[in-house]
Each structure stands twice: as structure tokens, then as C-alpha cells.
Antibody
Framework: QVQLVQSGAEVKKPGASVKVSCKSS????????MHWVRQAPGQGLEWMGI????????SYAQKFQGRVTMTRDTSTSTVYMELSSLRSEDTAVYYC????????????WGQGTPVTVSS | EIVLTQSPGTLSLSPGERATLSCRAS???????LAWYQQKPGQAPRLLIY???SRATGIPDRFSGSGSGTDFTLIISRLEPEDFAVYYC?????????FGPGTRVDIK
């Protein structure tokens, strides 16, 4: 069964950066695109962007352009999402989500990483 | 950007009843790339339906999806206690991959 295991909870001060990891296992890491989605407390789901683990190409939601960077390490089958210039509105649970076989739907999700931004 | 609207915001029903959830898109969703997810408190979303009407692996047949273009529906034929949750629709036909605001299905 596909596994996506994310890094632990983070507490950051406004203006800082956070880097969340998502380690994949039990499938070929470079064969499936990975997305990042966040969810603020009591709110809905918000798509942040996508990374191709094979070549490393990325595409980000306009809202996060200039503040988000998605990278991958093929040697450890891990993708990363770094968000900079944090503000209180970035307090959320951040999820990685892998596409399905032959379809772009988000078939597998990590357990989520809570990020709290507070002074 | 395709904006998704879900209705109702909250649905209060009893176990055994039928739930009908609606998702409307601001423009046509390419190739019916419309999905439905279920989310319970403290958990990641779970894929239920993709391609507007195909059930994901392991999803019971009481869940069904339909629709095309701009109007989509998720039906839960007979609510089980474990079905009370929040349901999100999502279009994945083009970037940005937008989600609807969700419909909460509560126990009446």
C-alpha cells in the first residue's frame, strides 16, 4: 500500500520559513506527480502547487508564487514544500497528495503537518 | 480559475436516509475531471469519486457520483453512521486544481 509520511508539527514566528517533508514508499517515486494542499483551522482545502518528482519541474498556485518552493530528493523518495515570509494566515495543516495511476486525481494523502505561525 | 460552489452548506439527516450533495462549477469542467472527497475530523481527505462517476478503490456502492459540464452530484443512498463527515468536490482538469467549500453531513 502506498505510504506518504510527513514531518512533524512546526511552530514558527511571523516572517520565518517552514519546510515540510513528505516521504514516499511502496511505489516508484518518480512515476507520479505530487501536490501540496493546505487547510486552515475550520476551513476548506486549498491547492498550493504540484511537483514532478522525475524532473523536478513545478507549478504553483498564483497566491503562493514567490513564497513557496517545492523540491524533491530522489535518493530518499521525499518531496519538500518550503513556505517563506510566514504570517498568521499561514497557520494550517499542510498535506502532500499523490496522483492516481493514469489520472490526476489525488488518490493518496499524507497524514498532514500542522504549522502554527505565532509571535 | 474554476470556482466551485457546493450546496447545501450543511445537511442534517438520520442514518438510513438518502443524502444528495451538489457541486456547481463557474465554467465547464474539462473531461469531467471532477472528484469528491470525504473528510472526518483530524483526518486527511479520502478520495471517494473521480471522473465524476467512478468510485475509488474500496468505496462502498452506496456512494455514487453523476454530472457533467458545470453540474455534479454526489448521492449517498443510505447513510451509515461512519458517513457523517464533510464532503468536498474538486476539479482537476486544469491548474489551479480548485476545491469547493464543502458540505457538512450532520446527524439529525
Amino acid at each position: 500500500q502506498v505510504q506518504l509520511v510527513q514531518s512533524g508539527a512546526e511552530v514558527k514566528k511571523p516572517g520565518a520559513s517552514v519546510k515540510v517533508s513528505c516521504k514516499s514508499s511502496r511505489y516508484t517515486f518518480t512515476s507520479y506527480y505530487m501536490h501540496w494542499v493546505r487547510q486552515a483551522p475550520g476551513q476548506g482545502l486549498e491547492w498550493m502547487g504540484i511537483i514532478n518528482p522525475s524532473g523536478g519541474s513545478t507549478s504553483y498556485a498564483q497566491k503562493f508564487q514567490g513564497r513557496v518552493t517545492m523540491t524533491r530528493d530522489t535518493s530518499t523518495s521525499t518531496v519538500y514544500m518550503e513556505l517563506s515570509s510566514l504570517r498568521s494566515e499561514d497557520t494550517a495543516v499542510y498535506y502532500c497528495a499523490r496522483e492516481a495511476y493514469g489520472d490526476q486525481v489525488f488518490a493518496y494523502w499524507g497524514q498532514g503537518t500542522p504549522v502554527t505561525v505565532s509571535s | 480559475e474554476i470556482v466551485l460552489t457546493q450546496s447545501p452548506g450543511t445537511l442534517s439527516l438520520s442514518p438510513g436516509e438518502r443524502a444528495t450533495l451538489s457541486c456547481r462549477a463557474s465554467q465547464s469542467v474539462r473531461s469531467s475531471y471532477l472528484a469528491w472527497y470525504q473528510q472526518k475530523p483530524g483526518q486527511a481527505p479520502r478520495l471517494l469519486i473521480y471522473g465524476a462517476s467512478s468510485r475509488a478503490t474500496g468505496i462502498p456502492d452506496r456512494f455514487s457520483g453523476s454530472g457533467s459540464g458545470t453540474d455534479f452530484t454526489l448521492i449517498i443512498s443510505r447513510l451509515e453512521p461512519e458517513d457523517f463527515a464533510v464532503y468536498y468536490c474538486q476539479q482537476y482538469g486544469g491548474s489551479p486544481f480548485t476545491f469547493g467549500p464543502g458540505t457538512r453531513v450532520d446527524i439529525k
